[in-house]
């Protein structure tokens, strides 16, 4: 009788170590080192020097274009290099939960959206927010400019609109049905990509004010976005995440991390050409006029209302309505501590 | 005989539904014991408790998938076996169009599914067309198969009585297809529970139509493990109410003379 019990000890421990292995991956590869390209680590930088610099990856949650326009800005200037990091940038696509990932330990950083980190941290995730890059939430809906809708609501009550894609599982779908209701209009799936949109003059579409639509644009079909800010839900999109865990362990490479994040933000603010061109060489889908266009008319999310903040940060404000909103919305079951959902790290 | 009909009954649902039992009761202690996060795994209890709470939302579910799932099971046996039947009258037909059969088989859904948005309406309709698409092939080469097995002695025999092509098929080849036949509706049950719920995560509707495909998204989404789960296994009961629904029919047709359905 003990035999088969101590055989399936030794498995479980087997599945257990190699799951360990597995979790570990993101810190153990931290500590890795890998050499730092000559002429950018010894330039200048608080951790740079001659140490060598420290591999880490940070996993997106969708395909290269300019809503990650800052993290390429900072790899391609040799920011994260100068921070004695080296960053490896890993595209994601649709299905891709990067909190899971950094909640197991598989990468140390990823982006994610504050409802999925709020939700995520009830379910014993232990992510850490470090930096939100759009202060004010692009999330929109796009109709054609002549279906003579005039505003969100129109979209869902007006009986003008017959079809709208939107992505099922994400909050805000949620905050459109209690506010305006899915009675009048069909509500399908989001595909990712507009070959519905374009063919139907009487369907909306859920995008990001600056991209979606200037692809639309370009094959055509003028369009007219109403953001679902407007409407009062303003989440912070496209935020940084690490793990609690990694964040204690190694709090210079993630101060390090934000820091040459922001500068890159920075840069990609001031001038987004040459990162754009070094976009479309990691696989970005739209072209690069077309991203010099979306660069320029994220600008106002990316810097935000309150002029006051540096890039990136967070206020408590804004996570607790969150917070507050999502309960009520019912996609959370209780309202948590939201001071350890983030942290802001200032600059020097 | 109604008795040990029962006996056999029995006899047959106690194994799996102890090995049931036993590997749910491991999985709740496995998870009281060693507390994994709850976004990695949890209990069987949890699973029940959530499904409970939610029970009109994942019955609307179950209710909107069983009726695309019913309507696309429908409509590849009709077709299945049409085209089973129209494929073996002619040996140039056959060679002509069953290579196209194929294609049926190896189409992504994922990319055709939102040019059925586009042509029919999403939710139940689009979801339907999935259903069957998926299920079909089985049932053409399954009564392809079965009347080309018939043995070519009792073909030549009805013909010697002179019999005409429409009673060759009605009095021989079809009967004697219907084990082959029923074999291919089989699979194509549970293909179609299969087609339905993924179809729905391309072509589904998020609002009345919504169906359990919608449901498995937006829990995987949002991490809600139990209702992942509750929604799985309610697929998984459609499928064995689908091939459950098959044998019967199987039982039906042939236990008056085929093998399979004789008691052992």
Redesign the interface.
Known sequence: MIKPIVRGTAWIALLLSVAAGACGKGGKKSEESTATPAGSAGSAGSAGGSRPAVAVALQLNWTPEPEFGGFYAAAHDHLYEREGLAVSIQAGGAGVQTWKMVATGAVPFAIAEAGEILRARLKDADLVALYAVYQTSPQALMVHRDSGVTSLGEIFTSGKIKRVALESGLPYVKFLQKRYGFDKVEVVQHGGNLTLFLNDPTMAQQCFAFAEPLSAKEKGVEVSVFPTADAGFNPYLAVVITSGKYLADHRAEVEAFVRATRAGWKAYLDDPRSTNEYLKTQQATMTVPAMNAAADLQKPYVVGDDKTGYLGSMSEVRWKTLADQLHELGEIDQVPDVTKAFVNIESK | MTARRVRDFAARLVPPLCAAVALLGLWELWVQWTHP????LCAPSEIVRDAMARAGELAAATWNTAVAVVWGFALSAVVGIAVGVLLSSSRLLERALYPFTVILQTVPLVAI???L??WL???VSAVSVCAFIVSLFPVITNTLSGIRSIPHPQVELFWLYGARPWAVLTKLKLPGAVPSIMAGLRIAAGLAVIGAVVG????????AE?GLG?VV???????E?PMLFAAVALASVLGIAMVGAVNVAAYVLMYRWHVSERPD
């Open positions: 996060p709850r976004f990695l599914a939102p040019m948005v586009i309406h999403a939710g729905e995560f391309v072509a589904g509707e998020l609002g919504r919608i998204v937006v829990a995987a989404k949002q991490g493990l």
